[in-house]
């Protein structure tokens, strides 16, 4: 069962994440980030985080991606990438660079011990662990958090607030 | 052995009441709405001579729209014109999976939990399913290539972030009374006494989370994404036959899961106000020989009422409502077989499990009672209140409810401090 | 057959790899955005097996502040799309070659 659900899950991840890259309009690629994100959610269960699994779906899958499409819906995606001043020879290069680098993370990943998870007891699981780690020993990264997610609102508004005589277009 | 065939057995059983809601809330929707506009509403659709109030209805509109064409509009993205309807009705069913329909019961070895997923981030993932339905919505707009609808799903999905955050707060404040994100426990912390359940002792969070619970739920004073006036229908502009019913049925539900969600959170589930339910499992016997045939009378006296009722508009067989005469019947007949029942089983001293049951069936009628109080509540608020305009939707939930949620927050917060330290 | 954290590894490379390959392929700002979110989901992922397979809950605090820069990430970057394209009518990266606005 846990092995099904791990390749239905790891395939889903993969296929919408190669759609997500290869279709020419944001929308659609959109909803690929959408399935794979979905995904990666339930992989996050599989690995006994279930917390964290629905946070992966209330953060990335919904709100994040809700603001893109938003995003992508009011600014004019409809030109495609048509020109071609940038030579494909850098794209190229870059992906094969990708490439041999997953090759060499595989061929370090791919050692033995090939063991499965250990047992996980009621506490690892549990959302009271990790909020007690959050406010002992990660208190500052906490707090900084806060301010971090503050300051990108303050930020955002700032960024995207019109002044008094600039036309709305 | 039983737990597999009883898992798929309650998933089923919930599904069932789920989908049967809809036709139930439609008709009660349309009743609520004449009487509100002082006419009678609909009580025209008749089969076998019965109208009963007109309840009929939701299956002549079932059956009209079935039998509609199938339009897809020219130059519309097919998949996502097609997913959307199916995506919506989806999201709306799975977030019931976290409900607790009543305590589990206990038969022998097996435990019956009308529950799908007892999760302990159960709140939590109510809200994620919330966040994402907007995507439904949104692909809607943008695949039916139509302006209106579009402007329909751009409207919804900032409606839907704006008021995500303030419904997120006072879900926090819960958590912070509870003590648990898992639903099971925050039903069993408000206990069985009114005076502490949630609605009493977190009032502020109460009114934040049904204003946000409506916004999510595209419900009239905030129906800007399908507003007739300035949008003919919103995001659903396009979509006929089953694809519009299947949004239809989406929505329903989504009111009567936040009904649900209402009575679980601050109405106290599935506990039936001042009885104890150990009580009421060790006193298995007072429990059927006294409370049953007590309905059983008010039952028949129903009955009874009903049919003398159907004595003062004599309408011949074919043309008139035997409505009355039929539920009266039927309920004479219950209650007769409840009171005689009640009495032998009282004599008979059944088996534990017999009133283990009935309080389990009892729990459920109990918290659906709750449920259906706050859809009529909703329905009320949906007949009376005007559309908000675009501008002052937004007010409400950025300048009013997220700070509102805050100062509860901290209110809350100190207040908790305060009793424990 | 069981499930190693070396299948979970291998997965979060692939996802990593093909975020990068869109980072660096694609030219339309929202596609390049979304793959860095994909990157970031990846690291996550592998973080989170390593905190399943040493039974360690710190990994599990670290992904939760990944999820944090997640969110961020995005407004900030949707906010710039936002300003770039009053400016200068376009999100594809070719048009934003200046540096100056």
């Known amino acids: 069962m846990y092995q099904i659900l791990f390749y239905i899950l790891a395939v889903l991840a993969v296929s919408g994440a190669f759609g997500m890259i290869t279709r020419k309009n944001p929308i659609v690629s959109v909803a690929f980030l959408t399935i794979s994100m979905v995904s990666i959610a339930g992989l996050f269960a599989l690995l006994s985080a279930p917390f964290l699994a629905v946070l992966q779906l209330m953060i990335s899958a919904g709100a994040v991606i809700v603001l893109f499409v938003f995003v992508i819906m009011i600014v004019d995606y409809r030109r495609e990438e048509s020109r071609r001043r940038v030579i494909q020879f850098g794209r190229v290069l870059g992906s094969a660079a990708v490439i041999y680098l997953v090759i060499v993370l595989a061929l370090s990943i791919l050692k033995p011990p090939f063991i499965a998870a250990p047992l996980t007891g009621e506490a690892f699981e549990m959302p009271e662990t990790l909020g007690r780690l959050l406010i002992s020993e990660f208190m500052i990264p906490f707090e900084l958090t806060g301010v971090l997610l503050l300051s990108a609102a303050v930020a955002v508004i700032l960024m995207v607030k019109r002044g008094e005589g600039e036309r709305d277009t | 052995m039983c737990e597999n065939v009883l898992e798929i057995l309650k998933i089923l059983i919930i599904l069932a009441m789920l989908l049967g809601s809809v036709p139930f809330l439609v008709w009660m929707e349309r009743k609520g709405a004449a009487y509100i506009q002082d006419r009678r509403g ?130 926090i404040s819960i958590f912070m009374v509870a003590g648990s994100f898992r639903i099971t426990d925050i039903v069993l912390d408000q206990g069985v006494v009114p005076l502490y359940w949630n609605i009493v002792r977190q009032p502020v969070a109460f009114v934040i989370f049904f204003v946000a619970l409506m916004a999510e739920s595209n419900r009239l004073p905030f129906d800007l994404p399908e507003a007739e006036a300035e949008l003919v229908a919103g995001y659903h502009v396009e979509y006929s036959s089953m694809k519009f019913a299947m949004f239809f049925m989406a929505e329903y539900i989504h009111m009567f ?160 401090m305060y009793i424990k330290y | 057959m069981i499930i190693t954290l070396q299948h979970y590894l291998v997965l979060s490379v692939i996802l990593f790899a093909i975020g990068a390959i869109g980072v660096i392929s694609r030219r339309n700002i929202f596609i390049i955005l979304m793959s860095i979110e994909l990157m970031l989901a990846s690291a996550a992922l592998a973080v989170l097996s390593f905190s399943r397979w040493n039974l360690l809950p710190d990994g599990k605090a670290l992904v939760f502040f990944v999820m944090a820069v997640i969110a961020v990430e995005a407004a900030i970057g949707l906010a710039i799309i936002i300003v770039v394209h009053r400016r200068k009518k376009s999100v594809l990266t070719d048009d934003l070659g200046l540096l100056r606005g």
């Not at chain 2, 064409?69 to 519309?76: K, W, Y």
């Not at chain 2, 999976?97 to 070895?109: D, Q, T």
């Not at chain 2, 508009?313 to 077989?337: Q, Y």
């Not at chain 2, 009935?358 to 009628?365: K, P």
Request: aromatic share 12%; net charge positive.
């Open chain 2, 257 to 416: 899961i936040a009904g649900l969600l209402i009575a679980t959170l601050f109405l106290g589930g599935w506990q039936i106000p001042f009885i104890n339910a150990e009580l009421l499992k060790t006193s298995s016997y007072e429990i059927i020989l006294f409370v049953v045939p007590l309905l059983g009378a008010l039952l028949a006296l129903l009955g009874a009422l009903s049919i003398g009722s159907f004595k003062k508009c004599p309408t011949p067989f074919g043309k008139g409502d035997c409505g009355p005469i039929i539920a009266g019947s039927l309920l004479l007949i219950v209650g007769v077989v409840l009171i005689v029942g009640g009495f032998l089983a009282g004599m008979l001293d059944l088996p534990l499990w017999v009133s283990n049951v009935m309080l389990f069936l009892l729990q459920i009628v109990v918290l659906l009672i709750k449920a259906i109080f706050v859809c009529l509540l909703f329905i009320w608020i949906r007949w009376t209140l005007p559309r908000f305009r675009y501008d002052q939707m937004m007010r409400l939930g950025w300048r009013v409810l997220l700070p509102l949620g805050m100062i509860n927050l901290i209110v809350t917060g100190a207040v908790i």
């Open chain 2, 42 to 171: 609909p009580n025209r659709a008749t089969v076998l001579f019965t109208r009963f109030g007109g309840i009929f209805h939701g299956m002549a509109d079932a059956i009209k729209l079935l039998s509609k064409e199938e339009v897809c509009p020219e130059g519309s993205y097919k998949p996502f014109y097609f997913a959307a309807p199916i995506l919506a009705l989806f999201l709306s069913l799975i977030s019931v999976a976290v409900i607790p329909f009543a305590e589990p019961l206990k038969i022998g070895g097996c435990e019956f939990n009308l529950q799908i997923a007892d999760l302990r981030s159960g709140l939590i993932y109510v809200l994620a399913i919330s966040s994402f339905s907007a995507h439904a919505i949104l692909y809607a707009g943008w695949g039916s290539n139509n302006k209106y609808s579009l402007i329909g799903g751009l409207r919804s999905s900032a409606q839907l972030i704006s008021y995500e955050i303030p419904m997120a707060l006072a879900a």
